[in-house]
Nanobody
């Protein structure tokens, strides 16, 4: 499984960004998707995950109501819409994939993910 992440950039506090993660080639199977982030000097942190069906999602508390994950199976893409961004959201964001039950949002544990995209920088200025 190969993943390609895009999006990110510099935005002012309160602004919005959209990240996208695409399977590099058509992949058969049931993969749950997730976004993690890592700020300088900190461990990689779970942000959100979504089931293969797209119907079950799990968000870390700090982003609830501001971030929304969605997936489009026609384009093999998983997007992360980030609204009302805060300086503490500044980090390198990574998408990841792992086999998962159809309606089951995968784990918060980064160790369970075998496939990772390259990180994309999100910087939120105050």
């Amino acid at each position: 499984v190969q993943l390609q992440a895009s999006g990110g950039g510099l935005v002012q506090s309160g602004g919005s960004l959209r990240l996208s993660c695409t399977f590099a080639k058509r992949t058969v199977g049931l993969y749950g998707m997730a976004w993690f982030r890592q700020a300088p000097g900190k461990e990689r942190e779970f942000v959100v995950s979504v089931s293969p069906s797209g119907t079950d999602a799990a968000y870390t508390e700090s982003v609830k109501g501001r971030f929304t994950i969605s997936r489009d199976e026609a384009t093999f893409t998983t997007d992360l819409q980030m609204n009302n961004l805060k300086p503490e959201d500044t980090a390198v964001y990574y998408c990841a994939a792992t086999p998962s039950g159809w309606n089951e949002a995968p784990s918060h544990n980064p160790g369970t993910y075998a496939a990772w995209g390259r990180g994309t920088q999100v910087t939120v200025s105050s």
